[in-house]
């Protein structure tokens, strides 16, 4: 009896051990759960230059003067952001290292623009080489929203640009951009990203400071923008506002020799017209008058702007096609403006706040015969042997009438000592940082 009791009492002793020892596995579990699910939610947390404006909408009246923004390396709290939700027009995306195909094919310049709350890699801070008609956050734009927003191709995922995978890439070599004002927009973007890994000495610059190159010490190599905004060699009659005192000559079948005289030096080339086209000209072809676009009251045939346009893309890609360097050349296509009941001197304006998604806009008939033009000669070209990148980035810009200065190519334009001002918009050009930065993702992966 008693050892049957003995018995008895052990197995009660061994369940209610092993009870507790259950209980204690299942808590200790439970307690695991938790704490992995907290850290989870912390390590999601990241803040990266994150806007420093909280306004969502352009001011339609007077607003107060504000201090330009402090530095991103200070603390920032962010106040009333942005609610993020799973829309068609709103979408997180966490981008990944390296691009990944998605359907075995992959267009970088089809998609749509997705939100990114992380926000630019710079700001009017930390970056030194913006001008101060693209300086938007300095000037005094009070929303935030078109910092926000990244291109996202739909066939593929599109990286962050690395300024050190272009800075290694780009060692012992040269860079040179040529044409008009939006390319030099397109080189203090540039310039804004490398500033992150390493500041570039400013080594030249013409008087009007629109050719300039610039040193990277650590990397030996040279960027440089040249000023040749119809490529193709003329005589402009125009000071820095767009006053002309006479009308520009232009000859369709010569280069500009700033440009051309200096091409042999160059290991990567980024090419581009467009708007200058549009610019009363008279045209010349062997030094003889062939005609011109909107020359009013002088006898000479009007031929239009393709005509011209399309001649000096010719003379351009032969050159090219024809040259002992052959260096590594990009082609990008014409880049759409987003004037709004007016032009850029009738009144015309831009202050929308969010992108457009693809079938939302239309674009204008001008850009259509302009980008027409350059794919039919870039194809013609190509036949013939020209080793270029077609950099085709019309429809993607066409998305984006937020990322325009607008009335902030100023400084503060509504505070009250600019009152009796003229306010002009800028609507061609790109806010820094802004849009234009996503040219250089897609650049680099091309690259």
Not at 411 to 416: C, E, R
């Amino acid at each position: 009896m008693k050892a049957f009791n003995g018995t008895n009492v052990i197995k009660k002793q061994f369940s209610l051990i092993f009870v507790k020892f259950t209980v204690f596995v299942l808590l200790l579990g439970l307690a695991y759960r938790l704490i992995l699910s907290n850290f989870e939610q912390f390590s999601q947390i990241e803040v990266k230059n994150t806007a420093l404006f909280s306004d969502n909408t352009l001011p339609q009246a007077p607003v107060t003067v504000r201090e330009p923004p402090v530095t991103v390396n200070e603390p920032l709290v962010t106040v009333d952001e942005p609610t993020v939700t799973v829309s068609e027009s709103l979408v997180t995306i966490d981008l990944p290292e390296n691009q990944t195909l998605r359907n075995g094919t992959c267009d970088l310049f089809i998609g749509n623009w997705v939100y990114d709350p992380s926000g630019p890699v710079y700001t009017n801070a930390t970056c030194y080489s913006i001008e101060s008609h693209q300086n938007c956050m300095k000037n005094g734009r009070p929303d935030t929203e078109y910092l926000n927003w990244r291109w996202n191709p739909t066939d593929c995922e599109l990286p962050r640009f690395s300024p050190k995978k272009f800075l290694n890439l780009m060692r012992n070599k040269s860079f040179t951009f040529i044409g008009d004002s939006i390319m030099r927009n397109h080189v203090q973007s540039l310039l804004c990203i490398l500033s992150q890994e390493e500041e570039a000495d400013d080594v030249y610059h013409d008087e009007q400071y629109k050719s300039r190159r610039w040193y990277f010490p650590l990397h030996d190599f040279n960027l440089s923008v040249i000023w040749s905004p119809f490529l193709a060699k003329s005589t402009v009659f125009e000071d820095d506002n767009g006053a002309s005192t006479d009308i520009t000559q232009l000859h369709l079948d010569k280069l500009d020799d700033v440009w051309t005289q200096q091409f042999d030096n160059f290991d990567y080339v980024f090419v581009a017209g467009g708007k200058w086209y549009l610019k009363s000209t008279i045209y010349l072809e062997n030094d003889t008058i062939v005609g011109c676009h909107n020359c009013p009251g002088k006898n000479i045939t009007q031929v239009g702007f393709e005509y011209a346009y399309r001649k000096a893309l010719n003379t351009t890609f032969k050159f090219i096609v024809n040259s002992k360097n052959k260096a590594y050349t990009f082609f990008r296509t014409t880049t759409p403006d987003h004037f709004e009941n007016g032009e850029w001197n009738t009144g015309g304006y831009c202050n929308r706040t969010g992108p457009f998604k693809e079938g939302e806009i239309d674009i204008g008939y001008v850009d259509e015969v302009m980008r027409k033009v350059e794919l039919e000669e870039f194809e013609r070209a190509s036949e013939l042997g020209l080793k270029m990148k077609l950099f085709d980035t019309t429809l993607l810009s066409l998305l984006r009438p937020d990322g325009h200065p607008g009335v902030y190519r100023q400084y503060q334009p509504f505070a009250v000592e600019n009152n009796k001002k003229k306010i002009q918009n800028d609507c061609l050009h790109w806010c820094l940082p802004g849009p234009i930065d996503s040219w250089d993702d897609i650049m680099i992966q091309m690259l």
